[in-house]
């Protein structure tokens, strides 16, 4: 499965600034103006993943590829996606409306993004900072599309309305992330001193941003520097990743080293759906090397020699970092 990330907030907090840093482009307008974002914008992101290139490091120290032709690293990716601002009763048609929230029904996750910075240039679209007042406006705002969406239905057809929408569609179900957009000198602060959820995301959108194009090694000692130990990317999805219950498993031969996101508690054939529907139906066994014997080993013909490589049937649960190959009858 991809994930797909849908950023939602008041206008002019910051949300097209932490687009823009997630995908490492200025590709959203971003402007100090309320509804600088009108249609949205979508962006799509490699999963930053070092195992990768450990993989890569075996497969090529053991020249067991084709020479010519080493193999491809694919990453797992993540979709985000930026949408206009949401002010109070957007739902009766205030701001911009709320028709915007039809662009992210499809998410898997919806990021809360909530001004917490000073600045007093940026125009704010309430008479002062207040996250925690913000927040409720905008979660009241989900709740209410949920109704209309429902109502809308109701008058449609009474019956089908159960079958027709399910749980998904629900905005205000969806697994949420709120992330704080703050200053500098404000990272060090917990989220409850700003009246947030304890598992609020502090991160500075600007510097972030305006970090873009900074070689990766730069960046971490500049971001190291002012107190941020890791990336908004790497925070958003770690955190993404905990609250969906997902985890990575990888596949590694001479053509391809990839990256694959499952459900924690997957089995083997699940775990192969992922890669091709059918690959589930027509699961015969799974070959499977831990991530650290396969490193230890010096990858897949070493690994079996040490007898590391286990064959698995259809009720083995994959574990993170699994380095997986499936049979599969044709
Ligand atoms: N000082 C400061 N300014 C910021 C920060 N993040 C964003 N801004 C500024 O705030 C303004 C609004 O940012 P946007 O990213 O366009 O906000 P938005 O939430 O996408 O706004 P709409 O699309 O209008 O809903 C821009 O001028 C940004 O440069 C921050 O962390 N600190
Ligand atoms: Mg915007």
């Given amino acids: 499965m991809n994930l797909k990330v849908g950023i939602i907030g008041l206008p002019n907090v910051g949300k097209s600034t932490l687009f823009n840093a997630l995908v490492q482009k200025a590709q959203a307008e971003s402007a100090n103006y309320l509804f600088c974002t009108i249609e949205p914008n979508t962006g799509i992101v490699q999963v930053p993943d070092n195992k990768l290139y450990d993989l890569l490091d075996v497969i090529l120290k053991s020249k067991s590829y084709n020479l010519n032709s080493p193999p491809q690293v694919v990453p797992a990716t993540v979709e985000f996606v930026d949408i206009a601002g949401l002010v109070k009763n957007a739902h009766k048609g205030e701001g911009l409306g709320n028709q915007f929230l039809g662009h992210i029904r499809s998410v898997n996750v919806i990021v809360l993004v909530l001004r917490v910075f ?5 125009t704010l679209v309430e008479n002062d900072i207040d996250p925690k007042r913000d927040m409720e406006t905008i979660l009241t705002e989900l709740e209410l599309a949920d109704l209309q969406l429902e109502e809308k239905g109701k008058t449609k057809n009474k019956k089908i309305t159960e079958v027709a929408l399910s749980i998904k569609d629900y905005l205000s179900k969806k697994p949420l992330i709120v992330v704080a957009n703050c200053d500098e000198n404000q990272l060090n602060n917990s ?8 598992d609020t995301l502090l991160i500075n959108a600007q510097l972030e941003t305006d970090l873009i194009g900074v070689d990766e090694n730069e960046k971490k000692d500049l971001l190291n520097s002012v107190g941020i130990k890791e990336s908004g990317l790497n925070q958003l999805i770690n955190i993404a990743y905990q609250k969906l219950g997902l985890m990575t498993f990888y596949t590694a031969g001479p053509k391809e080293i990839r990256a694959w996101t499952t459900k924690v508690g997957s089995s083997a054939p699940q775990a192969a759906g ?53 049979r599969v009858s044709s």
């Fill in 118 to 122: 000073e600045s007093s240039n940026i």
């Fill in 274 to 326: 992922v890669i091709h529907t059918d690959f589930e139906k027509n699961f015969i066994r799974a070959e499977i090397i831990s991530f650290n014997d396969y490193i230890k080993y010096n990858g897949e013909s070493g690994s079996k020699k040490a007898g590391k490589m286990r064959l698995e049937g259809k009720d083995y649960i994959i574990k993170e970092d699994d380095i997986c190959y499936f």
């Fill in 191 to 198: 989220p409850s001193d700003f009246g947030l959820p304890k």
